[in-house]
């Protein structure tokens, strides 16, 4: 099976970079295709993809074709890769923003098989998080062959497309807002006379513990925090200081202007 990306950029590369080290796809079963040849010859030579000379090429070529463009040209690109597709044996997986699967089937047709994906850049380490949804037309097979593309490159989740939103404030953002906590945490230690090298590590790998253990829990977040917050305990003194200082608000009022600004409003 191969699979074809329109489009290299960040959030492709991020995409091709987990498939390669999860050895979901070899190099030679991944073709890749960008307005650009200066940028995306060099980075398909430098992992050892294949290219193809224009949009098309990769559709022809290709079980499922990723498109990876920006939201100006995806209506384009759809109608150069219509008659490739038409005969409904080649999943069209769209990592577009804002571009929903009626748009996307108004071009290619009813016949084509879509899933519409939201990943987040965490793919790129094999811990992404991914929302998806599907049209009628991919089913059974063809939507696990699909699904897998995200499945070993961290998890998916199915949503109805009107809370692919809330999911990019959820996700795809606070990749950033984790960091920066990560950060903060840091910058504490090395007010305490830590390294920051060593203080982003400490952080770092205490933040990746806590996720796992709500993953892997049947607990809810607020009953592991009641496991290290010991009665009088310095643990809650610290959550005590947190919340005074306002951080479930702050998270919330960032998540609030980020679903906000995606809607389109400035404010």
Known sequence: MKIGFIG?????????????????FAPTEIVVHSHRKESYEPYAQAHGLQTAEQNSDVADQSDLVVVAVTPNVAASVLQ????????????????????????????????????????????????GMTAVAANARLTGTDLDAALRVFNTIGSTTTLAEDQFGVFSALAGSSPAYIDFFIDSLSRAGVKYGLTKAQATQIAAQATL????????SDKIPFAL????????????????????????????????????RDAGDPA
């Open 80 to 127: 150069e890769i219509k008659p490739q597709v038409a005969d409904g044996q080649t999943t069209v997986i769209s990592i577009v923003a804002g571009l929903s699967l009626a748009e996307m089937a108004d071009i290619l047709g009813d016949n084509v098989p879509i899933l519409r994906t939201l990943p987040n850049v965490n793919v790129e380490v094999g811990a």
């Open 225 to 260: 925090i009641d496991q290290v917050a010991s009665p009088g305990g310095s643990t809650v003194a610290g959550l005590l200081a947190m919340e005074e200082a306002g951080l479930m608000t702050a998270v919330v009022k960032g998540i609030d202007a980020t679903i906000k």
């Open 8 to 24: 290299v950029g960040g959030m492709a590369q991020a995409i091709i970079g987990g498939l390669l080290q999860a050895k979901t």
């Open 209 to 216: 513990g806590s996720a796992k253990m709500v993953l892997e």
